[in-house]
């Protein structure tokens, strides 16, 4: 048995994320978001045309947390990940980066 401390503890088999698996230990900096977004709106041009406002208006809040240097928008970013999540199909690179997105800020 191990002496590491799991913190939380919430059973046999999640250890320390409330039954979450999740392995974020870091948010990325505001310049790796801003490439992940790039390449969903990159991937909503190919994939779903008729989403590629939901990707424009993340790409816009993080631009403009780069200019004025506050915190995203998470509520307008979260409402348009969530659009473009229930439009996309699994297994495409839009719904990927989505997810990635959706991790990557702890919504």
């Known amino acids: 048995m191990s002496t590491y401390n799991f913190e939380n503890v919430n059973g046999p088999a999640n250890f320390g994320d409330h039954g979450r698996i999740q392995i974020n230990h870091t948010t990325p900096d505001l310049a790796t978001l801003m490439q992940v977004a790039d390449r969903l709106t990159e991937a909503l041009h190919a994939e779903y045309p008729g989403l590629v ?10 631009a403009l947390s780069a200019e004025d240097g506050l915190p995203p928008n998470r509520g307008r970013i979260r ?3 969530e659009t473009i999540a229930i439009g996309a199909s699994a297994g495409s690179a839009s719904l990927t980066f989505t997810q990635h997105l959706l991790n990557a800020l702890g919504l």
């Open 79 to 81: 409402s348009a990940l």
């Open 53 to 62: 406002r939901s990707g424009e208006v993340i790409q816009g809040e993080l």
